[in-house]
């Protein structure tokens, strides 16, 4: 089955570029999309399409796309960003088929 | 604005079958896919299937077909899914949704399925 990754955990100190990779072999033909969803709450979009950021996500978020890999990077990290960070695909080899990377625990120290 | 509404919590035994309701509002029922996800304790998200709501057609997870049901009800604006034949492996926070070509924008505030004996 189609697999998307990421790294477990990314620490990092407030105002630092936080960046968080997701792989996937089908990433150069299917749109990535990032989920941020801090504890006991639903997940919000914050980046869909690879790079567009949808209204009320702050500019320090944005979304690139190279090869097999996205990235999501957070500028100038703030306390509020500590959250777990979801990039989210889809398998469109058959009927379509969804798929979330493993996710990543980002804390700001 | 733009919600989904999801039923409370449930507290399932193995074997038994579970159903839980998404009621939408705020935009056209019938112009966006429903997802629906889920997250075990201390997990991921692991995504289940969608239906649409505009011709009733619907997908589920490779893993999950036969034991995962989408159904919705144009009329109250409303998706539903059944999951059955649930063992402890099934207890999470399940997820409905919306879902486009942007992504899932909105999504509902879970709800929490626990199954034990």
């Not at chain 1, 936080?18 to 997940?43: E, F, H, N, V």
């Not at chain 1, 798929?99 to 625990?105: A, E, L, N, R, W």
Request: hydrophobic share 30%.
């Amino acid at each position: 089955s189609y697999e998307l990754t990421q790294p477990p955990s990314v620490s990092l100190s407030p105002g630092q570029t936080a960046r968080i990779t997701c792989s996937g072999d089908a990433l150069p033909k299917q749109y990535a999309y990032w989920y941020q969803q801090k504890p006991g709450q639903a997940p919000v979009l914050v980046i869909y399409k690879d790079t567009e950021r949808p209204s009320g996500i702050p500019e320090r978020f944005s979304g690139s796309s190279s090869g097999t890999t996205v990235t999501l990077t957070i500028s100038g990290v703030q306390a509020e960003d500590e959250a777990d960070y979801y990039c989210q695909s889809a398998d469109i080899s058959g009927t379509y088929q969804g798929v979330f990377g493993g996710g990543t625990k980002l804390t700001v120290l | 604005q733009v919600q989904l509404m999801q039923s409370g919590a449930e507290v399932k035994k193995p074997g038994a079958s579970v159903k839980v309701s998404c009621k939408a509002s705020g935009y056209t029922f019938t112009d966006f896919h429903i997802h629906w996800v889920r997250q075990a304790p201390g997990q991921g998200l692991e995504w289940l299937g969608w239906i649409s709501p505009a011709s009733d057609g619907t997908t589920s997870a490779k893993r999950f077909q036969g034991r995962v049901t989408l159904t919705r009800d144009t009329s109250i604006s409303t998706a539903y899914m059944d999951v059955s034949r649930l063992t402890s492996d099934d207890t999470a926070v399940y997820f409905c949704a919306r879902g486009g070509e942007n992504g899932f924008d909105f999504w509902g505030q879970g709800t929490l399925v626990t199954v034990s004996s």
